[in-house]
């Protein structure tokens, strides 16, 4: 599951040409501050999915809401408090 979903992700990425030949920016609208840069595009693909893993790994550890993608669902289930 947590393939298929970083593949969804990775599916919304949007990449730039930098000017000047300083190579590439990448970016995933839907997971801010998950970005890269890189000399080539492959490597720019590369740094971005590792940024993405980061962020999911993170948001999960820290009980962030995470975007639902392609029907693919990682947040907990909220569970009600007995009292």
Known sequence: MLTEYLGAAMHQAMYDLLPD????YGEI???PGVWANA???ELCREEL???LEGWVVLGLRLGHTLPVLGGI?????LV???V
């Open 29 to 31: 609208n839907a997971f």
């Open 49 to 51: 999915r590792h940024a």
């Open 73 to 77: 669902d990682l947040n907990a289930p």
């Open 21 to 24: 030949g300083e190579g590439y």
């Open 39 to 41: 000399p080539t595009l």
């Open 80 to 82: 009600a408090e007995t």
